[in-house]
């Protein structure tokens, strides 16, 4: 029997509107040595590292730093206007939907936030594994849930009717996910604010 080959949805299209700091989190560099891989950058690495398809949702702004790393054919860009110049909703489940849109082929989802670049591949394969045995799982570190979280793909239909920043967790309570037990305290630690990114850099 062939393994799963769950897709990487890696989420890059929030606001970071609780980074008070100059510039977007997400382009910020983890440490101040030159050509320092910036938070994004480090968390598109260690997903491309398990071999997995890694789609990447993100904007308009953020996207030229994400083709740097990402094939254009795997970036899905959201529009940050309709048709009528109004500004368009953005939260998580707009962005589950569309990643899982953009691979409805694929052996499931591993739903990972680009803000979390301590995320080592070695864990989001583990997930990727848990996937062979249980609808939903996640990462847990020392008994506390962390990320990825995988969906297999009976989930699909439920993943698609997300809505604005309504995220999974609703999905992940309903079917009882699995804890996938790693060694890695990176599945708790994500970059919202100045002081976070300081402590990543300390």
Do not use: N
Not at 110 to 118: F, G, Q, S
Not at 132 to 139: G, I, N, Q
Not at 153 to 177: H, K, N, P
């Amino acid at each position: 029997m062939t393994k799963r080959r769950p897709a990487v949805v890696v989420l890059a299209a929030g606001r970071g509107s609780r980074y008070r700091g100059p510039g977007h989190k997400l382009e910020q560099p983890l440490d101040h040595a030159p050509g320092a891989d910036t938070v994004l950058a480090r968390t598109l690495r260690h997903a491309i590292a398990t071999q997995l398809r890694v789609v990447v949702v993100t904007t308009t702004a953020l996207a030229p730093s994400v083709h740097r790393l990402i094939a254009a054919r795997d970036v899905v860009t959201l529009s940050d206007r309709d048709a009528q110049g109004r500004p368009q909703p953005i939260g998580m489940g707009h962005s589950i939907v569309a990643g899982v849109g953009a691979t409805g082929d694929a052996d499931g989802w591993l739903i990972l936030p680009a803000d979390m670049p301590l995320v080592q591949p070695a864990t989001i394969l583990a997930v990727a594994a848990g996937l062979e045995r249980y609808p939903v799982c996640y990462a847990q570190y020392r008994g506390i849930q962390g990320h990825p979280v995988g969906f297999g793909t009976e989930l699909y239909s439920e993943l698609m009717a997300l809505q604005g920043d309504e995220g999974a967790r609703r999905i992940v309570a309903r079917y009882a996910a699995q804890p996938i037990e790693v060694d890695d305290p990176g599945v708790h630690v994500d970059v919202d604010t100045v002081e976070d990114l300081a402590r990543l850099r300390a």
